[in-house]
């Protein structure tokens, strides 16, 4: 497909995922911003709270945006794969009903605003930037190969927790309370950007292979990431190449290329083109990202 045509496809299904977007707050928050989901009901009216263990609330999100992301592919003309193992990149995949050869790659990411400093979120991952990130033909742990995929997009949502995630114990009440029991988490920000938008140049795990999102909250809702100015090209050559590079200190040590302006430089780019305030994490021992 020329390269033209897949950026206008490409630009009509953002601007589909956009304006869908706009209507999921009110599907999962109650007029005064909390989120509609109490707990869990059992066949004996009991209802049990649930924690805002991130885990369990990005998954129960999930799940309850499934139905309106089904409504959104059939009225789009898309049909929606799901990633057939819980390792595999994107979530979703978004293949157009009549040419296959249309997809669109879409992960939901979660994560919630920092309570000592609200303006900064937890942050989340990007997918890897291992084998299919590289080797872009590859159907190592992804859906199919990265390189069938027109777009890689990450719809986000923002929220905050009602306390602490450790102080949680387990309550049970009557469905008839049903209106009295605090939601474990409320606020909640949408967004839709494509993940280099909002891509940091750090690792979102110390541990995996994970591209790190930004974490300052304005810069993700206007997808002001590091490359903002830099381009998906640049973001692809750093992430590719992340770690891999080895250049050599003024002391005589070699030292591995791990962040964007030391990259620049290799490269012989301007230094101006980084953002320097949107790759600062929120707090220095915050390095553990979310979904």
């Given amino acids: 497909m020329p390269k033209q045509k897949r950026e206008e496809i490409k630009i009509e299904f953002k601007q589909a995922l956009r304006e869908f977007v706009e209507t999921l707050k009110s599907h999962v928050s109650t007029p005064d911003d909390q989120w509609t989901i109490k707990g869990f009901i059992d066949v004996f009216r009991n209802i049990y709270t649930i924690s805002a263990d ?3 609330v990005s998954k129960i999100l999930e799940i309850h945006l499934f139905p309106k992301l089904l409504e959104f592919a059939s009225k789009n003309n898309y049909r ?12 979703l995949s978004f293949v157009k009903a009549d040419d296959e050869s249309i997809k669109f790659a879409v992960d939901l990411k979660t994560t919630y605003r920092l309570p000592d400093n609200p303006e900064f979120c937890n942050g989340f991952t990007l997918g890897s930037h291992g084998e299919y990130f590289i080797n872009r033909n590859s159907n190592k742990n992804i859906q199919f190969p990265y390189n069938e995929y027109l777009g890689h997009f990450c719809l986000g949502i923002i929220y905050s927790r009602s306390g602490p995630e450790k102080s949680y114990e387990a309550e049970t ?3 008839e309370e049903l209106q009295s029991i605090t939601s474990v988490i409320n606020n909640f920000q949408f967004f839709v950007h494509e993940k280099w938008e909002i891509a940091s140049d750090y690792q979102g795990s110390s541990n995996t292979a994970n591209i790190g999102s930004i974490t300052k909250i304005s810069d993700l809702l206007e997808g002001n990431g590091v490359f903002k100015e830099l381009g998906e090209k640049w973001f692809d050559d750093y992430w590719m190449n992340y770690g891999k590079i080895q250049t050599t200190k003024p002391d005589g040590k070699i030292k591995k290329i791990t962040l964007l302006k030391e990259f620049l430089v290799y490269r012989g780019k301007d230094l101006k083109l980084a953002n320097p305030m949107a790759r600062k994490p929120a707090r220095k021992n915050n390095r553990r990202a979310q979904k």
């Fill in 54 to 56: 991130t885990k369990i």
């Fill in 80 to 91: 929606i794969v799901l990633a057939e193992q819980q390792n595999y990149y994107p979530d």
């Fill in 173 to 175: 009440h009557r469905l």
